[in-house]
């Protein structure tokens, strides 16, 4: 007669059975609705929270805003809901560029020997000494040739990238110049009241000599952003460039930061710059 009760051990046989059993079997998981707004970056992510991360609307009204076309990526009008975009994608909201990023604001005392570029191949350049500021994609706003030093801005905001390459209307920036002999008074004047090259009127802030330095040395404001026209000026003028050394951004100065090192701006310096 069979007993009616099983042992513990018979117990732990038929339970590691049954695992065995479901171990074999090929299981099935639910089907998991995908989030399309925490696809990865190479997929991109919809146009809709793209805007509502730039700070414009939110994800609601950015739909609202696709739908009438008010949206551009790449250049072309997207109505499309559901539209998706990568990074590198430029995507224009009222014809104003975007940005869904943190903001970042990088200012970089810039030492010889690195190139002003993003590209790669270039050897050493100024992204080498910037890149653990920040996780954004920053890039340098106006260039300072691979021997000059001093200031450079960073950053990923469009508004301010802007400000700074309109020569009419942008930041100031001062220079330090050396040059390889004592500038002439009357060169000097025509620098600051401005001069043609080539048929392009070439114009600066101010001009001056450095005090108590040999008259080869001044100081020269100009709003252009790169110091290719510096080297033009003084190229036309018969005069060679030894040192040029960017020493203030609009109200940034060189303070506290070393050779090669660079900082982050406070808020209120970023609101200064905005409202130059």
Not at 235 to 264: A, F
Request: include cysteine.
């Amino acid at each position: 007669m069979m007993a009616k009760h099983q042992s513990k051990k018979d117990k732990k046989k038929v339970s590691t059975a049954r695992v065995g059993k479901f171990n074999n079997k090929k299981l099935h998981n639910p089907p998991v609705t995908q989030n399309p707004t925490t696809t990865s970056s190479a997929e991109g992510i919809r146009l809709n929270k793209y805007i509502a991360s730039s700070g414009i609307c939110s994800r609601r009204d950015a739909d609202m805003h696709i739908a009438i076309g008010s949206v551009m990526v790449n250049g072309k009008i997207v109505s499309e809901m559901g539209f998706k975009v990568k990074p590198t994608d430029e995507v224009r909201f009222d014809g104003t560029k975007i940005n869904p990023e943190k903001m970042a604001y990088v200012l970089l005392n810039k030492p010889k020997g690195f190139a002003t570029t993003t590209s790669e191949g270039k050897g050493r350049t100024v992204m080498n000494l910037v890149a653990n500021a920040t996780a954004s994609r920053i890039k340098p706003i106006g260039r300072l040739g691979r021997n000059s030093t001093g200031l450079l801005l960073f950053t990923n905001d469009e508004v301010i990238s802007e400000k700074f390459t309109n020569s009419k209307n942008g930041v100031a920036r001062l220079f330090h110049i050396e040059l390889d002999k004592n500038l002439k008074y009357e060169d000097f004047k025509t620098i600051k009241e401005g001069f043609k090259i080539d048929g392009k009127l070439i114009a600066v802030e101010d001009i001056s000599y450095i005090e108590n330095s040999p008259k080869k040395e001044i100081g020269l404001k100009i709003k252009n952003t790169g110091n290719t026209i510096i080297r033009s000026i003084f190229s036309h003028l018969n005069y060679e460039i030894i040192k040029l050394d960017c020493v203030m951004i609009g109200q940034l100065t060189k303070k506290d930061i070393p050779r090669g090192h660079w900082k982050h701006l406070t808020a209120l310096e970023v609101s200064t710059l905005k409202m130059l």
